[in-house]
């Protein structure tokens, strides 16, 4: 029975690495280019019209500033009875990518560099090869990439912060609502989240977010700059959805913004027995990930077998 619970242990920690790695990989094929789960949810013109918003600025800060100034302020540190209700649990329920058409149709204008990562993944993505650096190796998806990973999701909101956090590798994006600028150029680094400050308009949060890591937006995806900076809408669009609105800028990516909207979905847990698990995929010998020759994924010998299982049951 030891070998069986290591069993389990190993199966649910590696279906959560084969998990990301498809909902990743699919991101290169064709049918993921309209976005997982159908970039189609959201009606063209709005699309359009929020593309050509990012447009009209040069800058995620010009827009940020853009959005609160029409917001007349926003509010900052606003009382919980003016805040929206995001409890529950959450999951990703589709919307558009970071190299994929838009509503429209409409593909974003890669840096010829950014094209060359994109066509290369593509390429030996038909031959059955792909490989995660991070995610591999347990480190955590960073932003944006957090915006596409799968599995649960809890949306804490307070007056001078909301939490945004994911199961994949314990991730809390803190989104800072009580006023407070970025950090000082001096004190602020590159970091796998951010710096992300915001105020709420009405019943939407709008988020900018700066001092990114340069690392890759994914398997089979782009390496993204420190330059990079997005501004986020989030805002509950339905009692079981929330939407979010994401304006992307880096230089080193897109020779112009990109616009993409994600979407969550209230998972259903009546009962109240679905809880957030704590990952840490490390904790199991049996998990070690590494790269072939051929650019591919492989585990390590497992260091129990089928076998090992039998030969317990024998002994009992």
């Known amino acids: 029975m030891a070998a069986t619970r290591v069993a389990c242990a190993l199966v649910g920690a590696t279906l959560l690495v084969l998990a990301a790695a498809a909902v990743d990989a699919r991101q290169t094929a064709p049918a993921f280019a309209q976005g997982f789960g159908g970039a189609s949810q959201q009606p063209a013109a709005d699309w359009q019209q929020k593309h050509a918003l990012g447009l009209k600025h040069r800058s995620a800060s010009a827009l940020y500033l853009a959005l609160k100034t029409a917001a007349r302020g926003g509010r900052e540190n606003p009382p919980f009875s003016q805040l929206p209700d995001w409890s529950g649990l959450w999951t990703q329920a589709g919307g558009s990518t970071f190299v994929g058409a838009g509503s429209t149709g409409v593909m974003p204008k890669l840096t010829p560099p950014a094209a060359a990562a994109v066509k290369e993944a593509q390429t030996l993505a038909t031959q059955g090869i792909s490989y995660d650096e991070n995610l591999s190796n347990c480190g955590p998806p960073g932003f944006p990439r957090w915006l596409v990973v799968p599995f649960l999701r809890e949306f804490i909101v307070r007056p001078e912060q909301t939490w945004l956090s994911s199961e994949t590798v314990n991730n809390v994006r803190r989104i800072y609502t009580d006023g407070r600028g970025h950090l000082k150029p001096e004190d602020a680094y590159p970091l796998y ?84 698990n704590y990952w840490n995929c490390v904790e199991n010998p049996n998990n070690e990930v590494f790269k072939t020759p051929d650019g591919n994924t492989q585990y390590r010998d497992f260091t129990f077998t089928p076998a090992d299982d039998q030969r317990k049951e024998q002994s009992r």
């Open 193 to 276: 989240y951010g710096d992300s400050i915001g105020f709420w308009d009405g019943q939407k949060l709008v988020i900018h977010t700066t001092s990114l890591m340069q690392r890759s937006m994914g398997r089979g995806q782009p390496e993204q700059s420190e330059r990079m900076e997005t501004v986020e809408i989030w805002e509950k669009v339905n009692p079981t959805t929330i939407a979010a609105d994401v304006w992307i800028y880096d230089p080193a990516v897109y020779v112009e913004p990109w616009y993409m909207q994600r979407r969550y979905r209230q998972v259903p847990n009546d009962d109240k027995s679905l809880r957030m």
